[in-house]
T-cell receptor, first 112, second 111 residues
Framework: NAGVTQTPKFQVLKTGQSMTLQCAQD?????MYWYRQDPGMGLRLIYYSASEGTTDKGEVPNGYNVSRLNKREFSLRLESAAPSQTSVYFC???????????FGSGTRLTVV | GQQVMQIPQYQHVQEGEDFTTYCNSS?????IQWYKQRPGGHPVFLIQ?????EVKKQKRLTFQFGEAKKNSSLHITATQTTDVGTYFC???????????FGKGTMLLVSP
């Protein structure tokens, strides 16, 4: 049972480049989330998908887009990367919105 | 918007000493969750508290939810080096469906 799988684990981008972070869960969870973690800032919600077919903005959505491709997959896209988007990105999921989250192992992104 | 504050930001203890981290919300919470993140790792769900005044224990860890449902604490008795990591609280406002995380307390345990 893999849980929540994120790819890639590491990525270096140049300013202005685009990329998509992939997230897949095999627990039949309904809700999925994207967080970013910066030193001293804790975890901040970027976007979430309460159920298949829906997405909503979180606390820091600017510069990002998401797609809930199906129940298993929730991707995060950076259209034009900026150095301020250098961070560790975590995907998480839960069966019901009030449950605890299962996190993926993260993507460490550096934008130069 | 909802804010969740955690103190202290950092604590360094000797193995065997106790440790407590506190979490305070600007609003009344419907529930609060606690997570542990090891260095270089990802957050791992520990527990959820829902009821006013609730106390739950997991071995050496004791979790409390305040009577007013605006604060919570995590107490570790007799710390071990395996307790090293950052502990996050995360609260859910009654009017929101997502969690707001505190900035975490980093615990370092020296042998």
């Amino acid at each position: 049972n893999a849980g929540v799988t994120q790819t890639p684990k590491f990525q270096v981008l140049k300013t202005g480049q685009s990329m998509t972070l992939q997230c897949a869960q095999d627990m039949n969870h309904n809700s999925m989330y994207w967080y970013r973690q910066d030193p001293g800032m804790g975890l901040r919600l970027i976007y979430y998908s309460a159920s298949e077919g829906t997405t909503d903005k979180g606390e820091v959505p600017n510069g990002y887009n998401v797609s809930r491709l199906n129940k298993r997959e929730f991707s995060l896209r950076l259209e034009s990367a900026a150095p301020s988007q250098t961070s560790v990105y975590f995907c998480a999921s839960n069966l019901h919105q009030e449950d605890g989250y299962t996190f993926g192992s993260g993507t460490r992104l550096t934008v130069v | 918007g909802q804010q969740v504050m955690q103190i202290p930001q950092y604590q360094h203890v000797q193995e065997g000493e106790d440790f407590t981290t506190y979490c305070n919300s600007s609003t009344t919470l419907s529930n609060i969750q606690w997570y542990k993140q090891r260095p270089g790792g990802h957050p791992v769900f520990l527990i959820q508290l829902v009821k006013s005044g609730e106390v739950k224990k997991q071995k050496r860890l004791t979790f409390q939810f305040g009577e007013a449902k605006k604060n919570s604490s995590l107490h570790i008795t007799a710390t071990q080096t395996t307790d090293v990591g950052t502990y996050f609280c995360a609260g859910r406002d009654s009017g929101y469906s997502t969690l707001t995380f505190g900035k975490g307390t980093m615990l370092l345990v020296s042998p």
